[in-house]
């Protein structure tokens, strides 16, 4: 990232400090008073972190509005509920570096306001060391995200011993992130949407057209949007992790990308695999043994630690996020004639809790143009 787009990180993260928005908020958060909204009715798809993120921006934004979250999955059967939650860019495809520095830097400073608030331990959101390690050596420039994250700085030789015995690592960044874990953040965001008035259906849609008694809809299905929309192309990203009965682990270890150590509120999870267009849901007994011993040779403790539980999920890759508007003709048989506005949000790869609170505000904003609100 070149110099100018890291001021503008930089800026971004100044502005989004509590010391200029009282509740730590961008812009959007702002309660809009409007005649129409009551009678509006706005379809959020999908329950996944970023389908419950911006049915509950809509309803900040929005005071009234009539939000129904609609989803055939829900809680543990989403991809968000198994995640690590670490805060961190991740098994993105590249490109987008402004835009995924801006709702990353939102997201980042929404957890930070949530960890200073009495909702942090039922919103699973804490604050860890993270020490990414790397067996070749690092750029010289510091990565887009670094500023975004607090005390980020380069290991020391001392360090790099310290947190990798196998003495593999030759260099690291350490800094300070957010961690919150998907389970207990689904439920969170469940309960201010319905405090807000916003409701929720379990239903499977398998045509936008469906759903033309709305006045807009969100599309937040993720790996599912092929089915919905004509040409879209994604794949699966696959993810295997292992999590553990560890508490004496509280900090974040990285090494090489594709190990990682993330402590969550009662588990930590051990990972994990990065597997571009691999559909299978079912735990390998190879990577289980590699994901195992590679993730003891940084932490040879964890040997000791009961596994609790093995996942495998699915991240939504694309060849970049889309979040944009498409007015949508509607055909003769639909409910109504004309055009169905529709905001696309989807194609977060691994980075839907990291991305989800500032690509919301940006969803928001296509629904307030699109209605008019």
Not at 64 to 90: C, I, Q, R
Not at 221 to 237: F, H, N, Q, R, S
Request: hydrophobic share 40%.
């Amino acid at each position: 990232m070149d110099q100018s787009t890291r001021r503008r990180v930089r800026h971004l993260t100044e502005l989004l400090s509590p010391a200029s928005h009282p509740l730590g908020f961008d812009e959007p958060v702002r309660a809009v008073k409007c005649s129409s909204r009551r009678s509006s009715r706005v379809c959020v798809l999908g329950a996944g972190v970023v389908g419950l993120t911006t049915a509950l921006r809509l309803l900040e934004r929005f005071p009234g509005l009539n939000v129904v979250v609609v989803a055939d999955k829900y809680g543990t059967e989403t991809l968000s509920d198994g995640a690590g939650g670490l805060w961190m860019p991740f098994a993105l495809s590249g490109g987008q570096v402004d835009l995924v520095a801006k709702w990353g830097a939102a997201t980042f400073q929404h957890y930070m306001d949530l960890y200073r608030t009495k909702h942090a331990a039922d919103a699973g959101v804490m604050l860890t060391g993270g020490y990414d390690l790397s067996s070749v050596p690092l750029p010289e420039e510091k990565p887009f995200w670094a500023d975004i994250l607090l005390a980020f700085r380069r290991l020391e030789s001392s360090e790099l011993a310290a947190f990798d015995p196998s003495g593999t690592s030759v260099d690291g960044y350490g800094f300070t992130t957010i961690v919150t874990e998907g389970r207990l953040y689904l439920v969170w965001l469940m309960k201010q949407i319905e405090q807000l008035g916003g409701r929720h259906e379990r239903r499977h849609v398998s045509s936008l057209d469906e759903l033309a008694d709305y006045d807009a809809v969100v599309n937040c299905t993720g790996l599912m949007a092929p089915k919905l929309v004509d040409g879209e192309e994604m794949y699966p990203i696959r993810g295997h992790v292992i999590r553990v009965r560890a508490p004496w682990v509280r900090q974040y270890t990285n090494k090489d990308k594709d190990i990682y150590i993330i402590p969550n509120t009662d588990t930590v999870v051990l990972g994990g695999t990065i597997q571009k267009g691999d559909w299978d849901t079912v735990p390998r007994p190879e990577e289980r043994t590699r994901i195992l011993e590679r993730c003891y040779s940084i932490l040879p403790s964890l040997r000791r630690a009961p596994i609790v539980r093995e996942w495998v999920g699915l991240r939504p890759g694309r060849a970049a996020i889309r979040l944009e508007l498409e007015r949508r003709a509607l055909p003769a048989t639909a409910a109504r004639r004309g055009t169905l506005p529709v905001v696309h949000n989807y194609g977060h790869g691994g980075s839907g809790l990291t991305l989800a609170w500032g690509c919301a505000a940006d969803a928001v904003q296509l629904v307030q143009a699109a209605l008019q609100l």
